[in-house]
């Protein structure tokens, strides 16, 4: 009988009984689908703390593990984990949590147009003062712009601007958090249910009391149904009944209050009238502190802008608020006049917002603030879910880490049991996947832990760096960082967006930049150094220390093609 020609054979031998016992698979592993995140976060405890376990439970060099002293190392590994766990929660996520929620409100209040007034001014607008200062319009300019903004003598004129400016920057305010809360509104249906109650009071009454059109044909409608529903003789009797007249006029309001909010009549006054009163009491709902600090960044940017004839500075300004008559303005302010290099230093600082906004680049940052501006949601709906989901992932922790435990412990009798499927029909199921997902595993394992290592170097050496910069929420951070650096190389850059928010926020464009260097040198670190040490240690790369393939049998003699000696 002739032999077959190797070279004839298939690639891939897809046997019938393979093709049943794949898609099988798949099937099962489509049912779990929804519990991904608790099966992987097992997988890598069990893994983990098996590889521990293994290492704990050994006598010495190159022997094997001691079975006596092995539960008692299985207990010992978990109830640590859980004790560290249950710490870092009490601890640590609550921190993060609280840090993660003030860290959306300060998201929220990003003014953007401060931001780039100062990007403008710090970039463009130096430049182009540099080369304005050399020329010959500097002197003439500096003089008539002190004579300008330091006219201002009179007690009256000062107080009144001053005055002035207080109101303005509380009715920004006003209409900035009345605009957040009609968004938080919106989110959560409350606007819808108050637009209905401000019809039904105004209009809607309204309507009935003038006998509108409207009015009338939702009266004949109740009118009508009522007759048919109760007959025109009970009709008869009820109609001129107080309590039926009550009945018909609830009815009718909520009809004409309903036809009126689908056809949204007067809903942009509705909403104008809402945000105003809204945004005033959360604005005097806001701490003192914050108010202040608030008043003190509209200052410097709004003021030389729409006051630009007010002599005196912020601190100066508290000053005048407290001023009580003539006399003591004089004392206080009239004799304080600022000397030459203070004005010289206004004038520069005026300059460069003048310089950089009329530059013909500018319009290119206005295009960049309105994108960043319509990615905030986004950037705030990420963190939103992220901090609704750390309670989520707490309790898929802690059910993985019992399902590990199980594992873990009844390993020896799971392999013991594994070794009996031998010449069964089950056997033969496990012995087509397991070898392949055994080997898949052990990569995945491997892979994942080594980016868990670098992650964690990474956050760790941003927590320090945000710590001596001066950044605010540094655990939430640092938190968030980790958990974006695994994702292997680009997960420090995904990672920095919020800090540098958070640094663009808290101290402008310079400490925006000294974190941006120290993410740039942790992303270095990690791409020429971390990765490629910890990747390339041996079993990193998916091999299993030369033990061996799980599932795979050694081959027998009369397999090798040779006899035994």
């Not at 929620?101 to 463009?124: C, F, G, H, V």
């Not at 089950?426 to 055994?438: F, K, L, N, S, T």
């Amino acid at each position: 009988m002739t032999e077959l020609d190797p070279r004839s054979a298939p690639l891939i031998d897809l046997s019938r009984e393979k093709i049943f016992i794949w898609l099988l698979f798949g099937g099962l592993v489509y049912a779990l689908r929804d519990f991904f995140s608790i099966v992987f976060m097992t997988f890598m405890m069990t893994v983990l703390a098996q590889r521990l376990v293994a290492v704990l439970t050994r006598t010495g060099a190159g022997r094997p593990e001691d079975r006596w002293i092995r539960k008692p190392v299985v207990i010992v590994v978990y109830v640590t984990a859980l004790a560290v766990s249950y710490l870092a929660g009490q601890s640590l996520l609550p921190r993060a949590i609280d840090q993660g929620r003030w860290l959306l409100e300060q998201i929220n209040s990003l003014d953007l147009e401060k931001i780039r007034d100062d990007a403008l001014a710090a970039t463009l607008g130096r430049i182009e003062f540099a080369r304005y200062e050399k020329g010959d319009r500097y002197a003439r300019d500096l003089k008539a712009f002190a004579d300008e903004r330091y006219s201002l003598a009179s007690y009256a004129e000062a107080i009144r601007v001053a005055r002035e400016i207080r109101q303005t920057f509380q009715d920004d305010q006003a209409v900035k958090e009345g605009q957040k809360a009609l968004a938080a509104a919106r989110q959560t249906g409350e606007l819808d249910d108050q637009y209905r109650r401000w019809l039904r009071s105004t209009r809607a009454e309204q309507e009935l009391t003038t006998s509108s059109e409207i009015a009338r044909n939702q009266l004949e409608a109740f009118d009508q149904s009522f007759n048919f529903l109760y007959g025109e003789e009970e009709f008869k009797k009820q109609k001129d009944l107080p309590t039926f007249q009550k009945t018909r006029q609830d009815r009718v309001l909520e009809r004409v209050t309903k036809e009126l909010f689908d056809r949204g009549l007067d809903r942009g006054k509705f909403e104008a009238e809402l945000a105003a009163k809204r945004g005033r009491e959360r604005y005097q709902a806001l701490p003192e502190k914050e108010r202040e600090e608030r008043f003190r960044a509209f200052f410097q940017v709004e003021v030389p802008k729409r006051f630009s004839r007010f002599p005196y500075s912020y601190e100066k300004t508290l000053v005048l608020e407290g001023v009580k008559d003539e006399r003591e303005f004089r004392q206080k302010l009239r004799g304080d006049a600022p000397d030459d290099q203070e004005i010289k230093e206004l004038f520069a600082r005026w300059m460069r917002l003048k310089l950089g906004n009329e530059y013909p680049g500018a319009s290119l940052q206005g295009d960049t603030s309105h994108v960043v501006r319509t990615a905030l949601p986004h950037v705030t709906g990420w963190l939103t879910t992220l901090i609704n989901d750390a309670l989520a992932f707490g309790l898929n922790a802690l059910l993985s880490l019992m399902f590990s435990f199980m594992i873990v412990w009844e390993i020896p009798r799971l392999s013991r049991g594994l070794a009996a499927l031998e010449g069964t029909p089950a056997g033969r199921i496990y012995q087509e996947i397991a070898p392949g997902m055994a080997r898949l595993g052990t990569t995945i394992a491997a892979g994942f832990s080594a980016q868990l290592v670098i992650a964690t170097i990474n956050a760790g050496l941003a927590f320090f760096a945000m710590t001596f910069l001066g950044l605010p929420t540094p655990v939430f951070l640092s938190l968030l960082l980790l958990i974006a650096c695994l994702i292997p190389y680009v997960g420090v850059l995904v990672g920095a967006l919020p800090i540098l928010l958070v640094a663009l926020q808290a101290g402008g464009h310079k400490l925006c930049f000294h974190a941006l260097i120290a993410l740039f040198l942790i992303h270095e670190l990690e791409a020429c150094i971390l990765s490629p040490k910890i990747l390339a240690r041996p079993g990193r790369a998916g091999s299993a220390g030369g033990r061996g393939r799980p599932g795979r049998a050694a081959p027998s003699p009369g397999r090798t093609g040779r006899s035994p000696a």
